[in-house]
């Protein structure tokens, strides 16, 4: 089955970058998310790569693919305090429905020290 | 609406009741999800609807869980017999036909005491 793991807190001064990673298992994953979430919000989509993709930067984030390894991560250079939040990485799979079914990690708390 | 329109935000029932979480989707997205995000944990897939059909149920708990889209549009999560554990974060998400961003609600928080 799908199993989506992340590592549950990170600590980062106020200008450094942030690297966030995650392992997942599906080999057949098409896309891979990351979602941002807020303290009571609902899930803001940041960015996602397609599963042939190694490398997507989009302005202040970088996300990396290791297909070889099931690895992803996103860094988020220059961190602000406003991007204290928790991070979700989700694989989609294309379901026999025709559904793109995401599977989550339990999420990675970012704290931004100023 | 411009974004996915979730209510009631919160919501309180007693154990055993009935409750039903509306879900109001971004206009003229065929594709509809139902997540639930339980303390700590990331959203986990309840059902998937391509149009008015519930194409992929696989995720319900069990058959206190219903859903229905009749026009396509607007979704209602029905939970019948609430129990403590069904506490939780019920996420909407939808998403144009064959596309693979989805759009989340800010969520109903469901607290059954």
């Known amino acids: 089955g799908e199993d989506v793991e992340q590592s549950l807190f990170l600590s980062v001064r106020e200008g450094d970058s942030s690297v966030i990673n995650c392992t997942y298992t599906d080999s057949s994953s098409t896309y891979l998310y990351w979602y941002k979430q807020e303290p009571g919000a609902g899930l803001q989509l940041l960015t996602y790569i397609f599963s042939n993709m190694d490398m997507k930067q989009d302005q202040r984030l970088t996300v990396l693919l290791n297909k070889k390894d099931k690895h992803l991560s996103l860094r988020i250079a220059d961190t602000q305090t406003g991007d204290s939040a928790i991070y979700f990485c989700a694989e989609s799979i294309l379901s026999w429905a025709g559904s793109y079914q995401l599977t989550f990690g339990k999420g990675t708390k970012l704290s931004v020290i100023p | 609406g411009a974004g996915v329109s979730q209510t009631p935000s919160n919501k309180v029932t007693e154990k055993g009741k009935y409750v039903e979480l509306r879900c109001d989707p971004i206009s003229g997205h065929t594709a509809l999800y139902w997540y639930r995000q339980s303390l700590g944990q990331g959203p986990e897939f309840l059902i998937y609807f391509q149009g008015t059909g519930a194409a992929d149920d696989s995720g319900l708990p069990n058959d206190r869980f219903f859903a229905v889209r009749p026009e396509g549009s607007v979704s209602t999560l029905k939970i019948q017999r609430t129990e403590r554990g069904d506490s939780a974060v019920y996420l909407c998400?939808?998403?144009?036909?064959?596309?693979?961003?989805?759009?989340f609600g800010q969520g109903t928080r469901l607290t059954v005491v």
């Open positions: 998400a939808s998403s144009p036909a064959g596309n693979t961003e989805a759009f």
